[in-house]
């Protein structure tokens, strides 16, 4: 079984973001990059099922510039066989993402499709469905769990009242939640190892695919800034506020 | 031409989520229809149609959408979408598992969690957990989003909307559904509670959120919980407050052990007012908070039951 995995170069979780002051973007100069959290558990997932014997081959692949490169070595040094960039300038939207997802789940005979339910600076949450959409496939979003069985898989999602499981046939297209996995770290040797491992660098256009999107951003502002408000002494007074002040109990 | 509204329900009655993606659709354009697709569903079709201002109800009643599976419900809303100028669902787990998939089948972009109507081809949407508003115009010919629920009001009822039914089935072989687990709970919703007492680390284990409970049963508040919470396994996940859980706006939210992280944030700080208990009076969560009190939630919570019952 071959699995693609996606993994997308975003802003560290830890680091406050700022709108940069002319509205046009975020101001992540110097900022701290990394793996999306969620792609960095679908490379844990991937990896596991590669362990467990159920699958031979895992791809990475980033969408993005060339510094994407460097996200691709994480998900190698954690045990990804062969990464490929598709090299794009500016950020693709998530339509033109599923698009190239699809090209190459088509190319390489994908079995298995693993991403994050979304990235935590565009916060879309669309492409694994795009994808499963455009291939036909079945998807398993906001996932777990996930277990192949007798050449199906298993997938438990976290839904709003709780947890719903279905059986996909394969190919499919599994979208990881946080409570999937816990990732592991890389280590030096596998680092050292990864160097070695071989990225393919394409273009959208070698695999027929157009970019443009529809969708254009006109701003980016910061919101409403909420200030702090004042410390009560005890409880009593906390109940006093609540209900006399504000009003709300 | 119409919007149309995905709804959103259990077969037997609607979700709230759905009145706010219908008062979405109102700012966007008056003529509004709403679609349907259950099994069984007959009651959900006569309250959508009870929504003031809708138009239409289009009913899909078919067993192949018993459980509303994207994978079949997708091909419907697509098929039904071509004749609308917009499709809008909430930004519910429902909503997020099959809006993207009928963008796709239609060639346009999808546009999350919209928490304003600029006009009728432009929204505003939070981005990088909150930190940001993104204004996005979008030239696709069918605008496909979803609807952040906090950020519009219910829609009325009091409307006499027609139904119609259509035969169009999508049986669909190739995902399963085995089962569902739904937590059973005598306390209001989260995402449409009035007020809401949530638990972080702080809270130490699964039993001490029975300290919680006490106070949410004297005010009928519901019960959240930060992610550490529901990690460390004190909770069930649906518990969850933040980007990657629910996104709550209540009258009154009370924060009791949580640090405040931002990604917490981004699903309570729209809350009309915000408390927090926490014994570090330098955690970020009293930098929001409109009443902070610094102390061991062990003991304020009990002192606060016992207030609350006077
Ligand atoms: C991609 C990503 C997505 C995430 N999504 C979410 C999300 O949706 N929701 C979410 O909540 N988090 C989310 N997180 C996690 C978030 O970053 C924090 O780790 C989490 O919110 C911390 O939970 P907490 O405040 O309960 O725990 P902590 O940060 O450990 O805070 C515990 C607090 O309890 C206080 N405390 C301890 N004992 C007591 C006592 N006896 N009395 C009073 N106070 C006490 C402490 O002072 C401390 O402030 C996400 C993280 C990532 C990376």
Redesign the interface.
């Known amino acids: 079984m071959k699995i693609l995995v996606g993994v997308k170069r975003v802003v560290d979780a830890n680091v406050k973001v700022r709108v940069k002051s002319d509205g046009t973007g975020m101001d992540l100069a110097n900022a701290k990059m990394a793996i999306n959290p969620f792609c960095e558990i679908a490379v844990e997932e991937a990896i596991r099922m590669k362990e467990a014997g159920v699958a031979d081959e895992i791809i990475a692949v980033s969408i993005g510039p060339q510094v994407c490169q460097e996200q691709i070595r994480t998900a190698l040094a954690l045990g990804s066989d062969r990464g490929i960039l598709v090299e794009t300038e500016d950020q693709a939207e998530p339509l033109a993402v599923a698009k190239i997802f699809k090209a190459i789940i088509e190319k390489e005979e994908i079995n298995l499709v693993i991403l994050g339910k979304l990235s935590i600076d565009t916060d879309n949450n669309q492409v694994g469905q795009m994808i499963a959409a455009l291939c036909n496939y079945p998807q398993g979003t906001f996932a777990c769990s996930a277990e192949i069985k007798e050449g199906k898989i298993e997938v438990s999602r976290e839904i709003d009242g709780g947890e719903q499981t279905v059986l996909l046939d394969l190919p499919a297209i599994v979208t990881t939640d946080l409570r999937l996995n816990e990732p592991r770290y890389a280590s030096l040797p596998n680092i050292m190892k990864a160097k070695k491992k071989p990225i393919d660098i394409i273009q959208p256009s070698d695999l027929g695919v157009d970019i443009s999107s529809n969708l254009k951003t006109l701003g980016i502002e910061t919101p409403a800034e909420r200030s702090a408000g004042v410390k009560v002494e005890s409880v009593a007074e906390l109940v006093d506020k609540l209900r006399n002040e504000a009003k709300v109990i | 031409m119409a919007i149309l509204v995905v709804a959103e329900h259990d077969n037997s009655s609607l979700k709230s989520g759905t009145l706010n993606a219908v008062s979405a659709a109102q700012q966007i354009g008056s003529d509004v229809n709403v679609l349907v697709a259950g099994s069984n569903s007959r009651a959900v079709a006569v309250s959508a149609a009870q929504l003031t201002g809708v138009v239409k109800v289009i009913h899909a009643d078919n067993a192949c959408y018993e459980?509303q599976?994207?994978?079949s419900v997708?091909p419907l809303v697509a098929e039904f979408g071509k004749s609308h100028t917009h499709v809008l669902a909430a930004a519910?787990?429902?909503g997020?598992?099959?809006?993207?998939?009928?963008?796709?089948?239609l060639?346009?972009?999808?546009?999350?969690?919209i928490v304003e109507v600029k006009s009728e081809d432009?929204f505003v949407r939070?981005?990088?957990?909150?930190?940001?508003?993104?204004?996005?115009?979008?030239?696709?010919s069918i605008k496909v989003l979803t609807v952040r629920t906090t950020a519009f009001a219910d829609a009325a009822t009091g409307g006499e909307a027609i139904i119609e039914d259509t035969d169009f089935g999508v049986e669909?072989?190739?995902?399963?559904?085995?089962?569902?687990?739904?937590?059973v709970s005598a306390r209001p919703e989260l995402?449409s509670a009035s007020?809401i007492i949530s638990g972080g680390r702080g809270m130490q284990d699964g039993e001490n959120f029975v300290l919680l409970e006490k106070v949410a049963d004297k005010?009928g508040a519901a019960i959240g919980a930060s992610?550490a919470a529901?990690?460390a396994g004190f909770v069930?996940?649906?518990y969850q407050v933040g980007?990657?859980g629910?996104i709550v706006a209540p009258?009154?939210y009370v924060a009791v052990g949580i640090s405040g992280a931002?990604?917490h944030l981004a699903g309570m700080?729209d809350s009309?007012?915000?408390?927090a208990?926490n014994k570090d009076?330098e955690a970020p969560i009293?930098?929001?908070?409109?009443?902070?009190?610094?102390?061991d939630l062990f003991k304020?919570l009990p002192?606060?039951e016992e207030?609350?019952t006077e």
């Open positions: 459980h599976l994207a994978e997708a519910t787990t429902t997020k598992n099959l809006l993207p998939r009928v963008a796709a089948l060639d346009v972009a999808q546009i999350s969690d432009t939070p981005i990088y957990a909150g930190n940001a508003l993104a204004t996005v115009q979008s030239s696709d669909q072989a190739s995902t399963k559904f085995l089962g569902e687990t739904l937590s995402t007020i005010l992610r529901v990690d069930p996940n649906d980007q990657t629910k009258d009154l931002i990604q700080k009309k007012v915000i408390a208990i009076e009293f930098q929001i908070a409109d009443y902070g009190l610094v102390a304020a002192e606060l207030l609350l």
